[in-house]
Structure formats: C-alpha cells, structure tokens
C-alpha cells in the first residue's frame, strides 16, 4: 500500500472556490480595499526588487491578481505571473495590462519560449502562503516545476506559515526532491531570524 504524502488530499484553493463561488472575487476585492486604505501591501515585492538585477526576469508563481508582479513591472522588471484562478487573473490583467498573465497549476508549469525551451527566471516568488493550498500529491511536482524554469544562477524565494499544515522540515525535503537547495531561512519579509511561526526561505538549483 502507498504512503500518502504529507499534505491536504485535495487543492484548498479548489475547495475554497467550490465551497463558495464568490471566494476569488472577494479575495481579490479585499487587497483592493487594503491598498486603497494606504496601507503598504509590497513588501515582499521589495525584497525581491532588491534583490534581482535591473530588468530582471521574475515569475510570480501563485500570482493572484497581481499585487506583487505588478509591482515588480512597474520597477522595470520582465514578469509572467501565474496562478490557478481564472477571475484573479482577470483582475491582474485588467490592473497590470502590461503584465503577461497566465492561468495555471504550479504542478503542472509548463513555460515555453519560442525554441520550444522551458523559460527561465532570475529570481521567482511564491508568497501569499500559496504553498500550503497545494494538496499534497502538488508540493513536490510544484517545487520541481519551479526549478526546471529557475535560471543556474536563479533563486526562488517562498514565504508562508507554519502554522498551515506545511512543515519546514517536509518542506526541505520536498524542495530537495524537487532539485532546490534551501539556502537561508528567515521569519519575515524583512529578513528577521528564523522562527517557528512563518517561512521565508531563499532557494537555489541544486547543482
């Protein structure tokens, strides 16, 4: 008999949308009504700016409707974000027209460029705890996916709580499954030590 891999046995995002039809409308609503408040919602955005190269190409993975690659655009960078949700797509697209948007499983992220070759990232992000909606037949198949695009010298930087039912150590091993080495871990998008509350973690191809 299989082993069931750690995780939930079904997207929780699909769920959340079945469950109620109006979940993506009102998430995407929400972060409207958060930016048009004043509040600072870039954080991570800033981070990744900070560390990319001018003119950077950056996959927003799990994207949502675009809060963050849409920031990362308007600082000059080259960004595709994807994301599982159509409707939230639809918002990014209508924000960040400029933005190349697609729907989209991470476990299946399949980038081409006109060669027929995957298309590679200098640096992807996965925040908004996107990892821990993934059932848990999608983490490793996602993680793996994720480096197959990630440049030789490319990073990919994830954040999400510990609290969700994703483990840092399952995680890891996931992540070195998939090929990516875990080479910093942090608790926050500004970089503060390690904690067991929440994980920021800073990957690289294994080599």
Same mark, same amino acid.
């Given at each position: 008999?299989?082993?069931?891999?750690?995780?939930?046995?079904?997207?929780?995002?699909?769920?959340?949308?079945?469950?109620?039809?109006?979940?993506?409308?009102?998430?995407?609503?929400?972060?409207?009504?958060?930016?048009?408040?004043?509040?600072?919602?870039?954080?991570?955005?800033?981070?990744?700016?900070?560390?990319?190269?001018?003119?950077?190409?950056?996959?927003?993975?799990?994207?949502?409707?675009? +809060? @963050?690659?849409?920031? !990362? %655009?308007?600082? /000059?960078?080259? $960004? *595709? &974000?994807?994301? #599982? =949700?159509?409707?939230?797509?639809?918002?990014?697209?209508?924000?960040?027209?400029?933005?190349?948007?697609?729907?989209?499983?991470?476990?299946?992220?399949?980038?081409?460029?006109?060669?027929?070759?995957?298309?590679?990232?200098?640096?992807?992000?996965?925040?908004?705890?996107?990892?821990?909606?993934?059932?848990?037949?999608?983490?490793?198949?996602?993680?793996? +996916? @994720?480096?197959?695009? !990630? %440049?030789?010298? /490319?990073?990919? $930087? *994830? &954040?999400?709580? #510990? =609290?969700?039912?994703?483990?840092?150590?399952?995680?890891?091993?996931?992540?070195?499954?998939?090929?990516?080495?875990?080479?910093?871990?942090?608790?926050?998008?500004?970089?503060?030590?390690?904690?067991?509350?929440?994980?920021?973690?800073?990957?690289?191809?294994?080599?």
């Amino acid at each position: 008999m299989t082993t069931p891999l750690p995780g939930p046995a079904e997207n929780l995002w699909t769920v959340a949308v079945r469950n109620n039809p109006e979940h993506a409308r009102g998430y995407a609503d929400r972060w409207r009504r958060i930016e048009a408040s004043g509040n600072d919602i870039y954080g991570e955005a800033r981070l990744l700016d900070a560390m990319a190269p001018r003119g950077a190409r950056i996959l927003d993975a799990g994207c949502g409707s675009g +809060r @963050l690659g849409g920031y !990362l %655009a308007g600082t /000059g960078h080259d $960004v *595709v &974000g994807v994301d #599982l =949700d159509p409707h939230l797509i639809e918002v990014a697209r209508e924000d960040h027209p400029s933005v190349r948007w697609e729907v989209g499983n991470l476990a299946e992220l399949d980038l081409r460029d006109g060669a027929g070759q995957a298309e590679q990232f200098d640096l992807e992000v996965c925040a908004g705890n996107v990892l821990t909606f993934l059932a848990g037949s999608e983490r490793r198949p996602a993680l793996a +996916r @994720l480096a197959e695009h !990630l %440049a030789s010298e /490319g990073r990919l $930087v *994830v &954040g999400f709580g #510990l =609290d969700r039912g994703y483990e840092a150590e399952d995680f890891a091993a996931d992540a070195a499954e998939g090929g990516l080495r875990l080479d910093q871990r942090f608790s926050s998008w500004d970089l503060r030590p390690a904690t067991d509350d929440f994980l920021v973690g800073i990957l690289s191809r294994e080599r």
